[in-house]
């Protein structure tokens, strides 16, 4: 979408590495979150972050961290990477307005072999 | 803490014929309710959300979901399917006013017979 890119759109990596996904932004939104999708489970929310250097944890956050240090980018990271982790990523970007209007990304698809 | 509850994870129609996709959701507070489409290999799209107002809420691609309180329900419905909406069908919820993120139910696939 507008607005919204993650890097990369694939990877393959092993277990045991740590691998870091990216979520750029455009629009000076406050609010950023991190989901996975997998079959039967819809979108799990990993961690969110409410503002530069402020982020809270989702329903399925271990194994994973993040970090914000600008408004723009939020970094998901995986320390060391299991199979479990093969999974599709989604960012998401909101507004703080009362018009509650949420902006998805186009999706990380991760394998972990 | 807020669920949703999306019933029937594959739904098949004939082209033509009405589109019914179900979602309950559970929340102690007045919710703001969300249908999101997604089609292979894509991100999510917005359909429609209710926030506030008119229970029934008409959004894009001729779709149209209900509010309704009493039953906590936010069904989707099309008079008339056609090949294109095709796709997995997402419906989430928000009230947690802290940290402003979503819960969606676990999708349903719309296939959509000729």
């Known amino acids: 979408d507008a607005g919204i890119t993650q890097s990369p759109r694939h990877k393959v990596t092993e277990t045991g590495t740590p691998v870091t996904l990216r979520c750029h932004q455009t629009e000076n939104h406050r609010y950023m979150y991190w989901y996975r999708q997998d079959p039967g489970h819809g979108l799990r929310l990993i961690h969110y972050s409410y503002g530069v250097k402020d982020t809270d944890k989702g329903e399925v956050s271990d194994g994973y961290s993040v970090s914000r240090s600008k408004t723009e980018d939020f970094l998901l990271t995986l320390e060391s990477a299991t199979s479990s982790q093969t999974s599709v990523y989604f960012c998401a970007i909101s507004d703080s307005g009362q018009g509650v209007s949420y902006t998805f990304g186009s999706g990380t698809r991760l394998t972990v072999v | 803490a807020q669920s949703v509850t999306q019933l029937g994870s594959h739904v098949s129609v004939s082209e033509g014929a009405l589109v019914l996709l179900r979602c309950n959701y559970s929340?102690?507070?007045?919710?703001?309710l969300f249908w999101y489409v997604q089609y292979p290999n894509q991100g999510l799209q917005l359909l429609l959300k209710y926030t506030t107002g008119a229970t029934l809420v008409k959004g894009i691609n001729g779709f149209e979901a209900e509010f309704k309180k009493s039953e906590t329900s936010f069904h989707l419905t099309k008079p008339s399917a056609h090949m294109s909406d095709a796709a997995e069908y997402f419906c989430a919820v928000k009230v947690d006013t802290g940290r402003r993120a979503l819960t969606f139910g676990s999708g349903t696939r719309l296939q959509v017979q000729p």
């Open positions: 929340s102690s507070v007045p919710p703001y």
